[in-house]
């Protein structure tokens, strides 16, 4: 009777929907500790499905891997106005590898499977277990979905001798209730969230778990036989745990990766320069391969296989790097570290959760080198563009420090442009010559790198990104890669119809390079922060000749704007025969967040006017 009332409720209630809903999505989660530690998870959820046509909404993918056990999936369609129930057949589950993006072997795998017989207007079923055989590798719930959630509740029953800790990430925290209760040998806590929003991805948002409503659980000790167990208590009992798995490696001979770092930095003076040589060694002879099977996504393979091989993932790299450092005698590191895809310290989840990547710590005169060689062409010694502003969890032996990482300023990171022009009728030609720092031109070199068929328009996007009605003839390219040099091109340029003759006088816009021209937030759509991959400036320098016979009448007025996410100052003057105009132009935040979006419109707003302004020259 109970369920027969369920349809008719869901029934009216589809009539009035458009989008498919979750009606609930429930997860239990079972720990014990009567023996080892044993979890289990069981997951519910049931969907209202409206429109039959959207596959993608009862297409179900249960991601494991060798740490987890999933059983008992069951399945479900009931179509509402006939109250017909098709159950899921287990023939009709299908397992394969999961295909990851960058990760050349993985013990990732998905069972997967669709719903029976959906229709317009179904409601869908579906349940499993999750054995979770790894008591430090508890997950996240989340209670955010692509579809709009009516009900999402996290239950975690554990034995009384269980300590958990949690804590809440994302918006919408106010939709979400916890309450704690105990019956004297189980403790029960229990998260409901109630009509949480539907997900939508947003082009250059932050990851999902900066603004995606979710729990970050966690065990942080338990009793054995009367005793007490620390195991997630603290970040030490992490690094304890992080360096029992490196603490025995590197038994292998390493003659060959002593007598090549010798080699590399013998005419070498100074700890920096020695440093950067192996560095870049590492980051020209090996190729990043991700491996995320079993412990081996945790613990780096022998330095000397790694050597032998050329290739690894980033504790691999940063495994090989840490040894060649410390046959330098440099002071060196292996260092977990979360990329700016995960939101959270240290201090806030002592957990794996919070870290995804391996480096290498570098100390030089006292002070720290985040050295990450995964990314091919990262300028020597800044950290790659991913890690900025993490936190890094350095390893000593049986101690540990945790340092951030310093977020690179923008000038670091500049293009410089150097235009010389002439006028020719309507048209303006002369030559640019181009140099590219810091991460923009790393960004320069993995698209040379990537797209090998599309050399020429990468290079010529550094000058005409902004502006497609600017011609481009390559004359000089010059990578750089693996010097203290930036890169460089230099080309012939052409634009035409820009000039306007009104009456003998000649109208131009002189500003030809509008870098952030196209960058206005849509406040009324955006929901999300922008995230950008790292600060940049533009110095730009016009010099334009003047025509014979003609004079400067009219010059735009020097303009100059400040914000704490970006800054113009454009300066025009007259020496000589020359108009000289300086251009320049910087974005100073990785994460311009929502309360900020009409003041940044307003500075786009204002450097627009500036980039139409224009001069007069007269007879």
């Given at each position: 009777?109970r ?10 209630y589809c ?6 809903q ?11 500790n009567k023996?080892?530690l044993?979890?289990d998870?069981?997951v519910?959820?049931s969907r209202l499905?409206?429109k039959?046509k959207?596959?993608?909404?009862y297409?179900i993918?249960?991601p494991y891997?060798s740490?987890n056990?999933?059983s008992?999936?069951k399945?479900s369609?009931t179509i509402i106005k006939?109250?017909?129930?098709h159950n899921?057949y ?7 590898d999961?295909?990851q993006e960058?990760?050349?072997?993985s ?10 017989s959906?229709e ?6 579906f ?10 590798f508890?997950s996240?719930?989340?209670f955010?979905s692509p579809l709009?959630?009516?009900t999402?509740k996290?239950v975690i ?8 800790d949690?804590k ?7 939709k979400i209730s916890?309450q704690?209760s105990s019956?004297g040998?189980?403790?029960?806590y229990t998260?409901l969230?109630?009509e ?5 991805k947003e082009?250059n948002?932050p990851s999902?778990?900066?603004?995606q409503p979710?729990v970050?659980y966690?065990?942080k000790?338990?009793n ?13 009992d992490?690094?304890n745990w992080?360096?029992?798995l490196?603490?025995?490696?590197n038994?292998v001979d390493q003659?060959?990766i ?19 040589a192996i560095?870049?060694?590492?980051q020209?002879n090996?190729?990043?391969?991700a ?6 996504g945790f ?10 091989k050329?290739y690894?993932d980033?504790?691999?790299m940063?495994n090989?790097?840490n ?9 060196s ?6 990329t ?9 989840v ?11 710590n570098?100390?030089?005169e006292?002070k720290?080198y985040?050295l ?6 990262c ?12 936190e ?10 945790i340092?951030?990482v310093?977020?690179i ?5 500049k ?12 048209t303006?030609?002369?030559?640019t010559?181009a140099k ?5 031109k ?5 698209l040379?790198s990537?797209?090998t068929q599309?050399?020429?328009?990468i290079w010529?996007d550094?000058?005409n ?5 600017i011609?481009l003839?390559?004359?000089?390219l010059?990578?750089?890669?693996y ?7 230099s080309?012939n340029?052409?634009?035409e119809?820009?000039i306007k003759d009104?009456?003998?006088k000649l109208l ?6 509008l ?7 849509d406040?009324e759509?955006r929901?999300?922060?922008?995230e950008?991959e790292?600060?940049f400036?533009y110095?730009i320098q ?12 009219f010059?735009p007025d020097?303009?100059k704007?400040e ?6 100052d ?5 020496q000589?025969?020359?108009i000289?105009?300086?251009?320049t132009?910087?974005s100073?935040t990785l994460l ?9 419109n307003s500075?786009i ?15």
């Amino acid at each position: 009777m109970r369920k027969y009332l369920f349809i008719i409720l869901v029934s009216s209630y589809c009539l009035s929907q458009e989008k498919s809903q979750v009606i609930y999505k429930n997860e239990t989660v079972n720990i014990s500790n009567k023996n080892n530690l044993e979890i289990d998870s069981y997951v519910n959820e049931s969907r209202l499905i409206t429109k039959s046509k959207n596959q993608n909404e009862y297409i179900i993918s249960i991601p494991y891997d060798s740490f987890n056990e999933i059983s008992d999936i069951k399945g479900s369609t009931t179509i509402i106005k006939t109250n017909k129930k098709h159950n899921l057949y287990s023939s009709s589950i299908r397992e394969f590898d999961a295909e990851q993006e960058n990760i050349f072997k993985s013990d990732t795998k998905i069972k997967q499977f669709f719903l029976p017989s959906v229709e317009d207007n179904s409601v869908i079923e579906f349940s499993y277990k999750n054995k979770i055989k790894q008591p430090r590798f508890l997950s996240v719930f989340r209670f955010q979905s692509p579809l709009k959630t009516q009900t999402a509740k996290l239950v975690i029953k554990c034995d009384s001798g269980i300590e958990l800790d949690y804590k809440i990430f994302g918006d919408h925290q106010d939709k979400i209730s916890f309450q704690k209760s105990s019956d004297g040998s189980i403790d029960t806590y229990t998260w409901l969230g109630t009509e949480i929003p539907e997900f939508e991805k947003e082009e250059n948002m932050p990851s999902g778990l900066y603004v995606q409503p979710h729990v970050v659980y966690y065990i942080k000790k338990y009793n054995k036989n009367g005793i007490s167990k620390e195991l997630l208590n603290s970040t030490e009992d992490l690094y304890n745990w992080y360096y029992s798995l490196v603490k025995d490696i590197n038994k292998v001979d390493q003659s060959n990766i002593k007598n090549t770092t010798l080699n590399l930095i013998k005419d070498k003076t100074s700890d920096l320069e020695k440093a950067q040589a192996i560095y870049y060694w590492v980051q020209q002879n090996l190729h990043y391969v991700a491996f995320e099977n079993g412990m081996g996504g945790f613990i780096p393979r022998e330095a000397a296989d790694v050597y032998s091989k050329l290739y690894g993932d980033c504790k691999d790299m940063a495994n090989l790097l840490n040894e060649m450092l410390k046959y330098a005698n440099l002071e060196s590191s292996l260092t977990w570290i979360g990329t700016r895809y995960k939101p959270y310290t240290y201090q806030e989840v002592p957990t794996p959760q919070v870290d995804n990547h391996m480096i290498t710590n570098l100390v030089i005169e006292g002070k720290n080198y985040f050295l990450d060689a995964t990314d091919k062409f990262c300028p020597f010694p800044m950290p790659t563009s991913h890690i900025q502003g993490k936190e890094a969890l350095i390893g000593k032996d049986n101690k540990f420090s945790i340092e951030k990482v310093p977020v690179i300023e923008a000038s670091e990171n500049k293009t410089v442009l150097n235009l010389d022009l002439k006028i020719d009728g309507n048209t303006i030609k002369g030559t640019t010559l181009a140099k590219i720092y810091g991460y923009a031109k790393s960004e320069l070199l993995n698209l040379l790198s990537n797209f090998t068929q599309k050399q020429n328009e990468i290079w010529k996007d550094v000058v005409n990104a902004s502006n497609s009605k600017i011609i481009l003839e390559p004359v000089e390219l010059l990578k750089n890669d693996y010097q203290d040099q930036p890169s460089k091109a230099s080309f012939n340029l052409k634009i035409e119809d820009v000039i306007k003759d009104v009456n003998g006088k000649l109208l131009l816009k002189p500003i030809i390079i509008l870098p952030l021209k196209e960058l206005l937030v849509d406040v009324e759509k955006r929901k999300f922060p922008v995230e950008k991959e790292y600060k940049f400036l533009y110095e730009i320098q016009y010099q334009y000749e003047i025509p014979n016979e003609y004079k400067v009448e009219f010059l735009p007025d020097n303009f100059k704007n400040e914000t704490d996410f970006a800054s113009v100052d454009i300066q025009y003057k007259v020496q000589k025969n020359l108009i000289i105009v300086n251009q320049t132009v910087a974005s100073k935040t990785l994460l311009l967040q929502k309360n900020d979006f009409d003041k940044w419109n307003s500075f786009i707003k204002e450097l627009n006017k500036q980039y139409n302004q224009s001069l007069i020259l007269s007879k």
